[in-house]
């Protein structure tokens, strides 16, 4: 098992594109779970999935964020009409089983608005 | 609400031990985590406590008490290599599952 991937790596877009991010979980992982985080900052809560199931967004989370886990494998976080302040690191970790509590994370992807 | 406070930065000596205090205020508390998290890359787990007590695991040990909101991670003979942010997080339960809630991190500096 190679680990949590995501992709892209790092994207730079202008303010109002739209911008999507791919997150791969280790294979057998049904828990997955979007943060967001900032410099100086830890995680910020989005979302998580369990299989294919969106059971949990963040209140802070605007309606120009949406993600989706079609098949219950990979999950797409998506920023419609991106603006400066969400230029944050997106991170992406998966867990196993339905309490398991140790999430592994993915790299993230880095996104700069400009 | 949640919160979680913990310090911003600590310094230590290399070969030394270093206490990183968090406490915390949440809900649905069901369990506190450390992660580990080197500059530019993704946070890697350290500890999970639920139930109160101490957990040592090598040169990591971590403390929990709930009564108290309050939770405690030891390093002991502090490496170089332990430069890092150290994150502490609280489990809340919430609808039909847990989402992890992280404090902003204490940037732990190791000097020679």
């Known amino acids: 098992d190679t680990g949590v991937s995501q992709n892209p790596r790092h994207k730079i877009t202008k303010r109002g594109q739209n911008v999507t991010f791919r997150c791969d979980p280790i294979?057998?992982?049904?828990?997955l779970y979007w943060y967001r985080q900032t410099l100086g900052q830890g995680p910020e809560f989005l979302t998580y999935f369990q299989n294919e199931a969106q059971l949990e967004k963040s209140r802070l989370l605007s309606d120009r964020f949406s993600a989706e886990r079609p098949k219950g494998s990979f999950s797409t976080l998506e920023i419609q009409r991106t603006e400066q302040g969400d230029s944050a690191m997106y991170l992406c970790?998966?867990?196993?089983?339905?309490?398991?509590?140790?999430?592994?994370f993915g790299p993230g992807t880095r996104l700069t608005v400009t | 609400g949640q919160n979680i406070d913990q310090p911003t930065e600590m310094t230590a000596t290399e070969g030394a031990i270093v206490q990183i205090n968090c406490t915390y205020q949440t809900s649905g508390f069901n369990g506190l985590f450390w992660y580990q998290q080197h500059a530019g890359e993704a946070p890697t787990f350290l500890s999970y406590n639920v139930l109160d007590g101490l957990e040592e695991k090598g040169r990591f040990s971590s403390f929990l008490s709930r009564s108290k909101g309050y939770s405690y991670l030891l390093l002991k003979e502090l490496q170089m290599k332990d430069s890092a942010s150290y994150l502490c997080?609280?489990?809340?339960?919430?609808?039909?599952?847990?989402?992890?809630?992280f404090g902003a991190g204490t940037r732990l500096f190791v000097k020679a």
């Open positions: 997080a609280v489990r809340d339960q919430v609808g039909g599952g847990f989402k992890t809630i």
């Open positions: 294979s057998e992982h049904n828990r």
């Open positions: 970790a998966s867990a196993l089983g339905t309490s398991a509590y140790e999430q592994y």
